[in-house]
Every structure is written in structure tokens, then in C-alpha cells.
């Protein structure tokens, strides 16, 4: 797997915050969430759904189940803070497929815009919230955050789509949390 394939996977918390409510962080002195969030992410790369919904290819092995949640994450880092940030992403990014209710998870980078996004799909907020708040993502949370510009998650309940929804629908409803 080329490098930026792997540093996307690594690059942040599989799409669900270390809260159990939708949330917006940047330091004070960075950009905001908003602004980061405005980079053109021409070069976005990527990444098939994984998973045991999703074949080799990350195509849908049969229709998602009704009603499922679908968790998103977005999240900004200087260059001298990517080692970091890899480092302390990479427990929960492999962690997130070992859990029972992972559906599938996605991944997207963007070199020009140092930003990385996650998509994952799971079957009931039990399991979404028990890869969330175990030990490994917690402790990633905890530790990791610091190295980034800023971030974003929500989650919410799908209860009529039966395929996993696109990059520009997920940013649209990070978008929308941001203003509310």
C-alpha cells in the first residue's frame, strides 16, 4: 500500500470523537475549524470502504442495513506534527476493525490541505460508542489530539440509505454541525 494510503488510514480517529456529542476543536492561535475546512482538497485521496460489509475491492457485499450509524471525522495537522499524529492514530486505526458492529470504515487524504477524513458505518451505537470510548481510542484521543490544527466529528442514525454515503454528503453534515 503506497505511503499517503497508509498515513490516511493512520492519520486520524476513525470517524467518532472521544465525546459522545458532535464536535468542533482548533487551538486558539491555529485557523479556525471553518477556514481549515474551506481548503480546496483537490488531490483528495481515496481509500475503499474496509470492513466486513465491503469485499476486497470496497464494493458492498449486499445493502446496509436500515437504520445503521454512520460516524465522520475531519481533521487538519501542521507538517512538523504528521510522525506524530501517525503515531498516535495508528493503535485505534487498526483497534476499529477488531470491533463486533464495525459495518466498514473509509479514508480520505489530502496532502495540500494536510487533512484527513474517516468514514464508518456501524451497526447500532452500542458499537460505535464502545469502539469510541474504549481504551485504545481513548487513549489516542488523549494523547493524539494535541498534534493537530483542528477537528471535526458527528454521527447520526441512517435509517433509510442502504449504501454508505458519499464525501461530499459527509462534509455537508460536518458543515452543517459547524454552523448549528
Known amino acids: 500500500m503506497p505511503h499517503r494510503a497508509i498515513f490516511s488510514m493512520l492519520s486520524l480517529l476513525v470517524a467518532c470523537g472521544s465525546q459522545d456529542s458532535d464536535s468542533t476543536t482548533t ?14 482538497e483537490h488531490d483528495l485521496e481515496l481509500i475503499p470502504f474496509m470492513g466486513p460489509a465491503f469485499d476486497d475491492n470496497g464494493a458492498l457485499l449486499a445493502p446496509l442495513p436500515v437504520p445503521h450509524i454512520v460516524a465522520t471525522t475531519a481533521g487538519w495537522h501542521t507538517p512538523e506534527n504528521r510522525d506524530a499524529v501517525v503515531s498516535h492514530n495508528a493503535p485505534p486505526m487498526m483497534d476499529v476493525f477488531t470491533h463486533d458492529g ?5 479514508f480520505a487524504y489530502s496532502e495540500a490541505c494536510s487533512s484527513a477524513r474517516t468514514v464508518t458505518l ?16 481513548s487513549a489516542a484521543i488523549k494523547n493524539g489530539l494535541k498534534y493537530t490544527s483542528g477537528w471535526e466529528t458527528t454521527h447520526w442514525t441512517e435509517s433509510t440509505a442502504t449504501e454508505p454515503p458519499s464525501w461530499d454528503a459527509v462534509r455537508v453534515r460536518l458543515a452543517n454541525v459547524r454552523r448549528e
Not at 27 to 40: K, T
Not at 102 to 106: E, F, K, M, Q
Not at 122 to 137: I, L, N, P, Q, S
Request: aromatic share 8%.
Open 102 to 106: 464495525l459495518l466498514g470504515a473509509s
Open 27 to 40: 487551538n486558539a492561535e491555529e485557523p479556525s475549524v471553518a477556514e481549515l475546512a474551506a481548503c480546496d
Open 122 to 137: 456501524w451497526r447500532d451505537d452500542a458499537a460505535r460508542k464502545k469502539f469510541v470510548f474504549g481504551e485504545v481510542h
